[in-house]
């Protein structure tokens, strides 16, 4: 059977919009390329489905209220049409039609209810002290049932996983002592970046300077000005780091970026004497190839540090899921959501 992969709720939903973002596009084509197969746990099948209910209406509800402040200031508004709650309760099988890869659902067990019962009394990973993650432990369960069939991996955001909870120092030690066991491998990823570094792809020749610039271009009114607006001093870029990875489309390459700038005069909370420290910025995006620019941008975090690494309150903020950033009210180019050829 060919290698089996599967994603964690956060995954499906907030990182990768159902597949639809620019890292989603490039983990379905990397899916496809190297002919994996999606297992989707029926515990991971009912939480995607409760939360693309709830990010969905939490986003009507935004579009809802800024839509009155419009009719408010402007004494009318047009009509306008936002999905339902069955509408976002369906989107989910919908969106693995689209996708066209080969999927297949795992029913929960009585076994696998019993065992992850046990993962979390004892208090074993994805468990901790004080942190009891039942539904984790039927995900891990799930994982070692289909490793007798096939090489597993799992793409997750939960730290629960690893030695410590930090990612950086690997599987935690009571999983491995099972993964030695198994008769097929298992590879767990921290992120879905971390999983596409890992798959080999031929890129086509690209000048990541222009992709680079570009994104400053466009990021500079969100990420920098609202510093300068605090007094601080923009003083240029100091680093950067731009993945590209391969999506269905030919013209179109994701982006994941981190880029450093300089800043002088940052006053902290609290404090009256400017000091210097880096504005660090973390996001996703397009490149379009052929018209040589940018669409779908939307950033994960941007935060300002002091020169010893420590955040500098009330100038940034991490972003749980994204912020899009407008690039102009222009016709959209491309399309992730049609189906994969």
């Known amino acids: 059977m060919d290698d089996i992969i599967i994603l964690d709720t956060n995954v499906w939903v907030y990182s990768t919009k159902l597949m639809a973002s620019p890292l989603g596009a490039a983990l379905a ?13 029926e515990v991971v099948n009912g939480e995607v489905q409760k939360h693309v209910v709830k990010h969905g209406l939490e986003a009507v509800e935004k579009i809802d209220d800024n839509y009155k402040i419009i009719e408010t200031l402007m004494g009318k ?14 989107r989910f099988s919908e969106r693995l039609s689209e996708l066209g890869l080969n999927c297949f659902s795992i029913p929960t067990t009585l076994s696998m209810y019993k065992n992850a019962l046990v993962r979390v009394i004892n208090g074993t990973p994805p468990n901790g002290m004080k942190n009891q993650q039942y ?7 799930s994982i070692l049932f289909l490793s007798e069939k096939s090489d597993v991996h799992f793409i997750t955001e939960d730290k629960g996983f690893f030695k410590e909870t930090s990612p950086n120092r690997g599987i935690a030690q009571e999983l491995i002592s099972e993964l030695d066991s198994l008769k097929n491998k298992v590879y767990v990823y921290y992120q879905t970046k971390t999983f596409l570094d890992e798959i080999s792809q031929s890129l086509p020749p690209i ?3 222009i992709i680079t610039s570009k994104i400053s271009e ?27 990875y391969l ?27 400017g000091i210097p420290a880096i504005r660090k910025v973390e996001g996703s995006c397009m ?7 940018i669409e779908n941008l939307s950033l994960r975090s941007h935060k300002t540090y002091d020169t010893d690494g420590n955040e500098i309150p009330g100038f940034g903020h991490h ?6 950033i407008t690039i102009g009210r222009k016709t959209i180019k491309y399309k992730l959501k049609t189906p994969f050829k």
């Not at 084509?29 to 746990?41: D, G, L």
């Not at 508004?77 to 369906?90: A, H, L």
């Not at 269905?248 to 404090?271: Q, R």
Request: proline content about 5%; cysteine-free; glycine content about 4%.
């Open 207 to 209: 000048n990541r300077e």
């Open 218 to 244: 466009y990021i500079y009114p969100k990420v920098i000005e609202e510093i300068e607006k605090k007094g601080a001093f923009f003083e240029g870029m100091s680093g950067k780091k731009v993945a590209l």
């Open 77 to 90: 508004r047009d009509d306008y049409k936002v999905p339902d709650e069955t509408s976002f309760k369906n």
């Open 319 to 324: 972003i749980l899921g994204v912020s899009n």
């Open 247 to 273: 999506t269905e489309n030919p013209s179109l390459i994701a982006v994941d970026f981190s880029i450093i700038y300089d800043l002088s005069n940052v006053i902290p909370l609290n404090e009256k004497t």
């Open 29 to 41: 084509s990397a899916i496809k390329r190297n002919s994996y197969v999606i297992a989707i746990p």
């Open 135 to 141: 539904k984790d432990s039927l995900i891990w369960e």
């Open 287 to 293: 490149w379009n190839i052929g018209s040589q620019d």
